[in-house]
């Protein structure tokens, strides 16, 4: 009666260790699984993904960007704001940052900028950091006429998957074709700077546009996808700040 039961024992701790084992497996092919099915980018799947955002190739950037996805865009010097010709004014329609609406909010208009009338043509904010930008607009319900003295500052606006996906497909449907030659990229760890040159037109044998724009894209720490683009300087926005 003893020996029975010390043998159906020896059973039962068989039968966990095997079953636990089995987890282990189960976990480990999982594990396999999911690197097999998000391996690190490969050079070449960057250069893609960098067609891809100004192509309007949303398929290939959603399957390359992570959930939580942020683009940092490359600082800027100027006012701060998107304003649009309505009626004989610029209308603003979006702030970059809070701190703008001491002087400027949303439904504010602009009707003369450095002593000039504005036009379509829209603002021409140029310049160093610190400078003064006279303005004489009406704020958002109002008609009374005010004078600002509003100081350029340094901004740097953000975008989530969804914006950037939304504003990459709206850029590629401006330009009737573009080129884009990688000058540099180097690869370090979950970094990869990229330095490229982009040139298009928005007209089949219409003038050609250039801009250089340099770049720090931010791995996953398995390197599979991108989590985040940092922009930074570039020779035309450098050179944007000098009338």
Same mark, same amino acid.
């Given at each position: 009666?003893?020996?029975?039961?010390?043998?159906?024992?020896?059973?039962?701790?068989?039968?966990?260790?095997?079953?636990?084992?089995?987890?282990?497996?189960?976990?480990?092919?999982?594990s396999?699984?999911i690197?097999?099915?998000?391996?690190?980018?490969?050079?070449?799947e960057?250069?893609?993904?960098?067609?891809?955002?100004?192509?309007?190739?949303?398929?290939?950037?959603?399957?390359?960007?992570a959930?939580?996805?942020?683009?940092e865009?490359?600082?800027?010097? +100027? &006012?701060?704001?998107?304003?649009?010709?309505?009626?004989?004014?610029? $209308? *603003?329609?979006?702030?970059?940052? @809070? =701190? %703008?609406q001491?002087?400027?909010?949303?439904?504010?208009r602009?009707?003369?900028?450095?002593?000039?009338?504005v036009?379509?043509? +829209? &603002?021409?904010?140029?310049?160093?950091?610190?400078?003064?930008?006279? $303005? *004489?607009?009406?704020?958002?319900? @109002? =008609? %009374?006429?005010?004078e600002?003295?509003?100081?350029?500052?340094?901004?740097?606006?953000?975008?989530?998957?969804?914006?950037?996906?939304?504003?990459?497909l709206?850029?590629?449907?401006?330009?009737?074709?573009?080129? *884009?030659?990688?000058?540099?990229?180097v690869?370090?760890?979950?970094?990869?700077?990229?330095?490229?040159?982009?040139?298009?037109?928005?007209?089949?044998s219409g003038e050609?546009?250039?801009?250089?724009?340099?770049?720090?894209?931010?791995?996953?720490?398995?390197?599979?996808l991108?989590?985040?683009?940092?922009?930074?300087w570039?020779?035309?926005?450098?050179r944007d700040?000098?009338?």
């Amino acid at each position: 009666s003893v020996g029975f039961r010390f043998q159906r024992s020896q059973v039962q701790i068989l039968s966990g260790v095997l079953y636990f084992m089995r987890i282990l497996f189960t976990i480990f092919i999982l594990s396999i699984s999911i690197l097999l099915a998000f391996p690190p980018l490969k050079d070449a799947e960057i250069d893609s993904f960098i067609t891809a955002r100004y192509s309007g190739d949303t398929a290939t950037v959603n399957e390359t960007i992570a959930s939580g996805f942020i683009y940092e865009h490359t600082p800027y010097v +100027g &006012l701060g704001i998107s304003a649009y010709y309505v009626d004989g004014s610029l $209308l *603003i329609t979006d702030v970059v940052d @809070d =701190s %703008i609406q001491t002087f400027l909010s949303i439904g504010d208009r602009i009707h003369e900028h450095n002593g000039s009338k504005v036009d379509k043509k +829209g &603002l021409s904010d140029r310049g160093a950091l610190g400078e003064i930008q006279k $303005l *004489i607009v009406t704020k958002a319900g @109002d =008609s %009374i006429f005010s004078e600002l003295a509003v100081p350029l500052q340094l901004y740097q606006y953000k975008q989530d998957s969804a914006s950037f996906v939304q504003s990459i497909l709206k850029y590629s449907e401006s330009w009737y074709d573009f080129d *884009i030659t990688i000058k540099e990229k180097v690869m370090k760890k979950n970094k990869v700077f990229v330095h490229y040159l982009w040139e298009g037109s928005k007209y089949e044998s219409g003038e050609t546009y250039y801009f250089s724009a340099m770049e720090i894209l931010y791995l996953t720490k398995k390197r599979s996808l991108v989590e985040r683009i940092e922009g930074l300087w570039s020779e035309k926005q450098f050179r944007d700040q000098f009338k």
